[in-house]
C-alpha cells in the first residue's frame, strides 16, 4: 500500500479482492496492460462468438459473455491471469440444456432462455460460495475431467465438420451428424474447405514457428484479410454477417423455466467452477496470490448474475 493509505479490513479485501492489487497499481504498467489486452480482445472475440454458435446462440450473444462477466470478474475474482468468459465445454452443456427445454429452431429464441439459465448457475455458485463448498474442487479426478473435456472435444468436432465442409448438416446426435457428412462428402464446397485447411495450418505450425506470435490472432486476421480481398462471400463462403450493434439490453430471467433449466444449471456451475479453478491454479505465476475456492465461487456466481441480466449464456 502507498504511504498514508489505510488498509481495507482482512474481510473486505477477501471478498473485493481488487482492493489488494488497484491501490498498489503503477502507471507505468498501463501501456504494456493495454497492448495485452487489446491482444487478447482480438482473440477472444472471435472465440466467443464461435462458443456462442456452439451454444446454439447467435453469434453477438458471444460479444455479450466477453463483456459484462469479464468486467465483474476483474473486481471479485482471485486469478489474476485468468481470462473468464465460456469454455466449449460449457457451451455445449448449454446448447443441450436448452434443446430439451426450448422448441424453437431460430437461434433468436434460445437467448432468454440462456440468460435465464446463467442467472440459475449464478444462484448455484453463490450458494455454494455461502456454504463454503469451494472444497468440492478437489475431490474432482483429472481422469474423469479430462474423458469429459475429451469426449466434449468430439461432439463439437463432430458438430462443426459441415461448417469446415461447406455442407448444410442437420443438427442431431454424433454418430447422425457424422454419417450424414461421410453421405454428402461430394457436396464438399472446396473454398470453404481449403479456408478451413489454412487456418487449421496457421494454427498448428505457426506456434512451432515462434512462441512469441499469437497464431490465433493471426489466424483470424488472416481470415478478415482474405474475406476483405478474395472477395470469399461472392465463391459461396459463408461469413458471420452483420451483427447488431450496441451494448446488451437488460433482460429479467424467466423464472417460469426454472424446473426445465435447474438441473442443467446445476451440472454447468459445478462444471464452470472447477475448470477455472484447474486453469487458474494451471497459469498461477510464481508471484501470483494463491487461488483461493470460495471467494472464486462468488465471483463466478455474481458474474453470471450480471450475465443472466444482460442478455449472456
Keep these: 500500500m502507498g504511504v498514508g493509505q489505510p488498509a481495507a ?21 498501463l501501456g504494456a496492460d493495454l497492448l495485452a489486452g487489446l491482444v487478447a480482445a482480438a482473440v477472444v472475440i472471435p472465440q466467443a462468438m464461435a462458443y456462442a454458435s456452439i451454444a446454439g446462440l ?24 485468468l481470462s473468464v468468459s465460456s469454455t466449449s465445454t460449457v457451451s455445449m452443456r448449454v446448447a443441450t440444456t436448452l434443446a430439451g427445454a426450448v422448441q424453437s429452431q431460430d437461434p433468436a429464441d434460445f437467448m432468454v432462455p440462456a440468460a435465464t439459465l446463467a442467472f440459475l448457475v449464478g444462484v448455484f455458485l453463490v450458494l455454494a460460495s455461502i456454504l463454503r ?8 479426478s483429472l481422469p474423469v475431467l479430462t474423458g469429459f473435456k475429451a469426449g466434449i472435444g468430439v461432439v463439437i468436432f463432430v458438430g462443426q465438420l459441415g461448417k469446415v ?17 461421410a453421405a454428402n462428402l461430394g457436396q ?14 496457421v494454427l498448428l505450425f505457426l506456434p512451432r514457428l515462434s512462441k512469441r506470435i499469437p497464431a490465433a490472432l493471426v489466424a483470424v486476421a488472416l481470415g478478415i484479410v482474405a474475406a476483405a480481398i478474395l472477395n470469399l462471400e ?17 433482460s429479467l430471467p424467466d423464472l417460469s423455466m426454472f424446473q426445465a433449466l435447474w438441473p442443467g444449471a446445476l ?14 491454479r494451471a497459469i498461477a505465476g510464481h508471484d501470483d496470490p494463491p487461488v483461493n475456492p470460495d471467494p472464486e465461487l462468488l465471483a463466478l456466481g455474481i458474474e453470471n448474475f450480471a450475465g443472466g441480466l444482460t442478455q449472456t449464456y
Design 9 to 29: 479490513p482482512q474481510g473486505i479485501r477477501k471478498h473485493l479482492p481488487f482492493l489488494n492489487w488497484l491501490p498498489t497499481y503503477r502507471a507505468r504498467w
Design 58 to 81: 447467435p453469434v453477438q450473444v458471444g460479444l455479450y459473455v466477453a463483456l459484462v462477466p469479464m468486467l465483474v470478474y476483474v473486481l471479485l475474482g482471485t486469478s489474476r491471469p
Design 133 to 140: 463448498l469451494g472444497s468440492v474442487a478437489n475431490f474432482i
Design 165 to 181: 465442409l461447406g455442407l448444410s448438416i442437420e443438427k442431431g446426435p454424433a454418430l447422425q451428424s457424422l454419417w450424414s457428412v
Design 188 to 201: 464438399i464446397h472446396w473454398p470453404t474447405f481449403a479456408l478451413a485447411l489454412v487456418t487449421l495450418a
Design 234 to 250: 461472392a465463391s459461396g463462403v459463408q461469413l458471420v454477417g452483420a451483427i447488431p450493434s450496441g451494448l446488451p439490453r437488460l
Design 267 to 280: 451440472g454447468i456451475a459445478l462444471m464452470s467452477f472447477v475448470e477455472s479453478i484447474a486453469s487458474a
